[in-house]
């Protein structure tokens, strides 16, 4: 709108246009300011939502990965011990099987009754003695010594020398003599006995 202004040369009074609305426009401007930094922050916040996102992603997966490396290598230590633990039951088996055929001999002198008791007394006892305390020996360290006498014949756990016939139908198929003893390590057969097998014959 225009308005008066008076100057001060020849003091004639002139028209000029000043804008009615000056204050407002300024107001306009800061608003239009606002609005910006508003969107300019506003996109600001969205940015850091999505790299704190990310970053909350990235995070799990370095977390998965890390338990899972972690499990893996609790059971890689638990397959070790496992496995240190199985070799040390049977490190011995080699010098055991050596040993089985002393355990034998100490079994056919003192099987043979009629040369054993012929023998000294104080000598048979010195002898059973040792045999004893080699028993105890290989018992601490897993040796079970295997005499299925009376138990059923099972190919699979004995090695049958003969069938000899019997007048007991019950003794069909059984263990009717041990004629050499098996040894087991820790479960493990490292000798299977020999045995004869009852036979029964209608």
Do not use: C
Not at 62 to 80: F, I, P, S
Not at 99 to 110: G, K, T, Y
């Amino acid at each position: 709108m225009p308005t008066m202004k008076k100057t001060n040369d020849d003091n004639d009074i002139i028209l000029e246009d000043i804008p009615e609305n000056k204050a407002s426009a300024n107001d306009a401007d800061t608003l239009d300011d606002s609005v910006i930094a508003e969107e300019n922050m506003g996109e600001a916040i969205k940015k850091l939502k999505e790299k704190l996102k990310n970053a909350e992603a990235e995070k799990q997966e370095y977390l998965t990965g890390w338990q899972r490396t972690k499990a893996e290598m609790v059971n890689a230590r638990k397959r070790d011990e496992e496995e240190r633990k199985e070799f040390m039951k049977f490190s011995n088996a080699g010098l055991i099987e050596e040993l089985i055929p002393v355990l034998d001999s100490f079994d056919m002198a003192m099987g043979n009754k009629e040369a054993w008791e012929k023998a000294d007394k104080n000598w048979r006892i010195g002898v059973e003695y040792i045999y004893s305390q080699l028993l105890k020996v290989l018992n601490e360290n897993g040796v079970t010594k295997l005499n299925p006498i009376n138990q059923p014949y099972d190919h699979n756990h004995h090695e049958a020398i003969s069938h000899e016939p019997v007048s007991d139908q019950k003794q069909h198929d059984m263990v009717i003599q041990v004629v050499q003893k098996g040894y087991s390590l820790n479960g493990k057969v490292l000798k299977v006995p020999k045995v004869k097998v009852g036979e029964f014959k209608k």
